[in-house]
């Protein structure tokens, strides 16, 4: 009837083939996803926090937010 | 009298044929009770043929299609196919381009009610709380400052101390 005949298509394994492709795909881009976070939020937030103690004097600290009247069990040193 | 309410919705003909005939003979049926056609994807074979009344090309074409299938031509393979389908997978499953409408349906009343809220907020809301002004917000501001609110990412941590202004 026609030119040529169609190849016969795939009638088995469909789903199983969908799901390795599917599975494959899922599982690296959580990985890159899991990996991305990692070292672009939480790393920088480690040094971030890192820095900030490293040199941190809690009493100077203090007494500047005493001085500002942020605290209600200590006035500034004037009262 | 609440059953001849309910067959007054039904339709006085549809029930004079149907139930007051019966001593006359078998109720004529109507066109929308029989089987129809339909072009569906999910459902390949309609319940009828597309055309009902062939002419007599058609008739003669139906005699042809009982003997052997390989002395027909293409064309007349088509033309059965044609009888029995209205149209082809490829052409039931074409697009249309109803899509844009609808695109342009929501932005316009998403404009719309862009118009209805600017009316709202000017003739409807009364005016804004006090914590709103500009000296109320630099109070509550330098409050925060002085708290030291977020002074690791946040807030606080964008604020120069030595030199009482914003870190560049």
């Known amino acids: 009837m026609s030119a040529g005949t169609l190849a016969k298509p795939a009638m088995r394994g469909l789903l199983g083939k969908r799901l390795r492709f599917h599975l494959a795909v899922a599982f690296t881009l959580s ?31 203090f007494e500047a937010m005493r001085e500002a009247g942020v605290f209600q069990s200590v006035r500034p040193k004037g009262q | 009298m609440i059953a001849s309410r309910a067959l007054s919705l039904v339709g006085r003909r549809a029930i004079s044929t149907s139930v007051c005939l019966r001593g006359h003979g078998v109720a004529k049926v109507e066109d929308y009770a029989l089987p129809a056609y339909f072009d569906r994807r999910e459902s390949p074979l309609p319940d009828t043929t597309f055309v009902k009344h062939l002419s007599s090309e058609q008739l003669a074409l139906k005699e042809k299609e009982k003997g052997s299938w390989a002395q027909m031509t293409d064309v007349e393979k088509l033309a059965l196919y044609r009888i029995s389908f209205n149209k082809s997978f490829a052409e039931m499953n ?63 941590n964008k604020w120069d101390y030595e030199n009482k202004e914003w870190k560049k």
Request: without cysteine; neutral net charge.
């Open chain 1, 31 to 61: 990985l890159a996803a899991a990996a991305g976070f990692k070292f672009s939020v939480t790393e920088p937030r480690k040094q971030a926090y890192a820095e900030f103690y490293k040199n941190y004097d809690a009493m100077k600290e």
């Open chain 2, 94 to 156: 074409t697009g249309t381009q109803e899509w844009k409408s609808v695109v342009a349906g929501v932005f316009f009343f998403i404009g719309l009610t862009g118009f209805v809220v600017m009316w709202q907020r000017k003739f409807v809301y009364g005016d804004v709380p006090p914590t709103f002004t500009e000296e109320w917000i630099a109070a509550q501001t330098q409050r925060m400052l002085d708290m030291r609110m977020n002074p690791v990412e946040g807030f606080s």
